[in-house]
């Protein structure tokens, strides 16, 4: 007759409801409304337009308002680094930069990300880099909301609105 042996835990039951209480504390701190570098409902309405390099490029002409940069490694939120910022895509293919004291001409086009991974906004002089810091990464696009996701670039992802 096989009998199986009870063995008393070596942790103290407060101890075993202390670990549950942080687990469950961490799991209620990681939704998806409380991580600011939660992307998941933005790209989902950004892939659910199926904007191909012409539809977003006419998308884009228009003035947009630098809001926020996002450093996902701190998760820290940045409202000083571009303050007062806006960026303009014009329908020619010039890119205004303006600033509290000063414009800046550029010109910008959409450059294909390797993998299928979108699109980027490019200065067709220096094709690796965007018109200004703040456009690096996938261009990704929602409603009124422009999000230059360069964290995987230069670590910072950048918020933009329509003007």
């Not at 990300?113 to 002089?125: K, M």
Request: aromatic content about 12%; charged content about 20%; overall charge neutral.
């Amino acid at each position: 007759m096989n009998r199986s042996i009870l063995v008393k835990s070596p942790i103290p039951f407060l101890t075993r409801a202390a670990v549950i209480c942080i687990l469950l504390t961490q799991f209620w701190n990681c939704r998806e409304e409380d991580n600011i570098c939660n992307y998941t409902s933005f790209f989902q309405c950004y892939y659910a337009q199926s904007l191909d390099s012409a539809k977003l490029a006419s998308v884009l002409i228009g003035q947009w308002q630098w809001e926020y940069a996002v450093v996902c490694t701190a998760e820290k939120k940045d409202s000083e680094a571009y303050i007062g910022t806006s960026i303009e895509f014009l329908s020619d293919g010039t890119c205004l930069v303006h600033r509290s004291q000063s414009t800046s001409t550029f010109k910008w086009i959409l450059h294909r990300l390797p993998a299928n991974q979108g699109f980027a906004i490019r200065d067709p002089a220096r094709p690796v880099f965007p018109p200004h810091d703040s456009l690096w990464g996938q261009a990704v696009l929602c409603g009124d909301t422009l999000l230059c996701n360069g964290g995987a670039t230069d670590g910072t992802d950048n918020i933009f609105t329509r003007k």
